[in-house]
């Protein structure tokens, strides 16, 4: 299969479409992003990569770090951690509110605000420098210590993010944050807010490709039997209550983020991140999900 004209051709054709999305607002530093950025970068499981578009360009990652900050509390603290936060499709929205009741206070999957909180808990109660520790996993898994934080960024949601502090309090309200909530907060809001490019992106989730192995020097960064299982959360819950509609349509694990970054993996042959910043109503870029349903149909390959 050649994968950089199958790459080109469906660029093209998606450059072609009307782009039907809504670039996020309701964090101030994300409106400023410019709408008609479109990339895409691919790295198979051998090293070869090909990218398209505008996939040098750091954008923000948002949600999609919190499948590595899953990854790090995964490998540091094991099946502990499921104790704390569950592994089923919420089938509600990224900041939802409503299950944590009935639920009392244990959200349903990491890779809602919820969860991704009590994770960051975790890892406070772990690591003496929790911000600076995260940071230097994620270049170390690229292979790239230019990799930051935006502090703009986590201020500008720290400013207006009055859910996600309505989630943090809710959930302490149930003792399952056991640190302070602001500094949950501030550690949540930085994990968001780190930057990458597509290629860096493809990079840092080379290892969920791979066995759970880093592909520069083949070092083991988690498990194979806890990358297989961070790829099946992904696989149905990545998308929040549009994770049945990825799956249908695409066939691999994948998360997005509200910045208009999709990481999508075949495990062991590649990984592929796209970059398009207008979403669907669901939060999810609407040419991201677009480019993968065409690529895995294209290709004639799926995880299925
Ligand atoms: N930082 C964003 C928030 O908490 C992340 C949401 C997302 O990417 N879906 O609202």
């Known amino acids: 299969m050649n994968y950089p004209s199958s790459i080109k051709d469906i660029y093209q054709t998606i450059l072609k479409e009307e782009d039907l999305g809504a670039i996020a607002t309701y964090i ?24 398209i578009g505008d996939y040098k360009d750091q954008f923000s990652i948002q949600s999609i770090s919190k499948v590595l900050l899953l990854s790090l509390a995964y490998q ?5 951690i499921w104790s704390r936060v ?23 999957n990491p890779f809602i605000n919820a969860g991704a909180m009590v994770i960051c808990d975790l890892l406070i109660s772990q690591l003496v420098h929790p911000k600076e520790d995260f940071l230097e996993f994620v270049q170390n898994i690229t292979g790239n210590t230019d990799i930051i ?15 996600n502090v309505a989630l943090c309090y809710f959930i302490k309200s149930f003792d399952n944050i056991k640190n302070d909530p602001e500094e949950v907060l501030d550690f ?40 297989k299982r961070i790829n099946a ?31 999508a993996l075949h495990p062991d042959k590649y990984s592929i991140a796209v970059w398009s910043p207008k979403l669907n109503d669901k939060g999810n870029s609407y040419r991201g999900m677009r480019f993968l349903e065409l690529w895995t149909s294209k290709i004639e390959s799926s995880i299925f």
């Open 28 to 51: 101030p530093e994300l409106a400023k992003v410019n709408p008609n950025k479109f990339g895409v970068h691919l790295i198979t499981k051998e090293g070869f990569e090909f990218g």
């Open 76 to 80: 540091l603290l094991g099946d502990s």
């Open 86 to 108: 569950g592994v089923e499709p919420s089938g509600t929205a990224f900041n939802s509110l409503i299950q944590l009741e009935s639920d009392l206070g244990i959200p349903r």
């Open 149 to 163: 934080y935006s502090k703009k960024v986590a201020q500008s949601e720290q400013k207006v993010g009055y859910r």
């Open 188 to 227: 949540y809001f930085h994990v968001c807010s780190i930057e990458m490019s597509c290629q860096e992106l493809s990079n840092s989730f080379h290892f969920l490709a791979n066995d759970g192995f880093r592909n520069i020097h083949q070092e083991e960064v988690i498990s194979m039997s806890k990358a």
């Open 233 to 263: 959360i992904m696989q149905t819950c990545g998308f929040y209550d549009e994770s049945g509609e990825f799956s249908f349509k695409v066939g691999l694990p994948g998360k997005s983020g509200v910045g208009g970054g999709i990481i």
